[in-house]
């Protein structure tokens, strides 16, 4: 079973830069990795996910950015200029599946804890 640990997040004032990572125990290298958002009392959202290559979500297109270290098994989600449309918990996700719907949850079968991000105005 794999086993994803996120850090970071936090509270920031709008404008602000906050960096997220997501760390699994398996390697990484045939996964398909993404961050989700789930806004209070809204359902959870795509934010962005690499697979053959990056994909956003208009909402943050331009201002985030994921990366990864497959030497370290870990992913970044750089989230820049926020907004206080993007308070949220965010959740790394990973799936070792071919042909996963990167903007799908129910295709990820592996997850982070959560993480907190508020953004104040």
């Known amino acids: 079973q794999e086993q994803l640990v996120e850090s970071g997040g936090g509270l920031a004032q709008a404008g602000a830069n906050l960096r997220l990572s997501c760390a699994a125990s398996?390697?990484?290298?045939?996964?398909?990795m993404a961050w989700f958002r789930q806004p209070p009392e809204k359902e959870r959202e795509f934010v962005a996910g690499?697979?053959?290559?990056?994909y956003y979500a208009d909402a943050v297109k331009g201002r985030f950015t994921i990366s990864i270290d497959n030497a370290k098994n870990t992913w970044d989600l750089q989230m820049n200029n926020l907004k206080p449309e993007d308070t949220a918990v965010y959740f790394c996700?990973?799936?070792?599946?071919?042909?996963?719907?990167?903007?799908?949850?129910?295709?990820?079968?592996?997850w982070g804890q959560g993480t907190q991000v508020t953004v104040s105005s």
């Open positions: 398996r390697r990484t290298t045939s996964y398909t």
């Open positions: 690499i697979s053959w290559g990056p």
């Open positions: 996700a990973a799936s070792p599946s071919i042909g996963t719907q990167i903007r799908v949850p129910s295709d990820f079968p592996y």
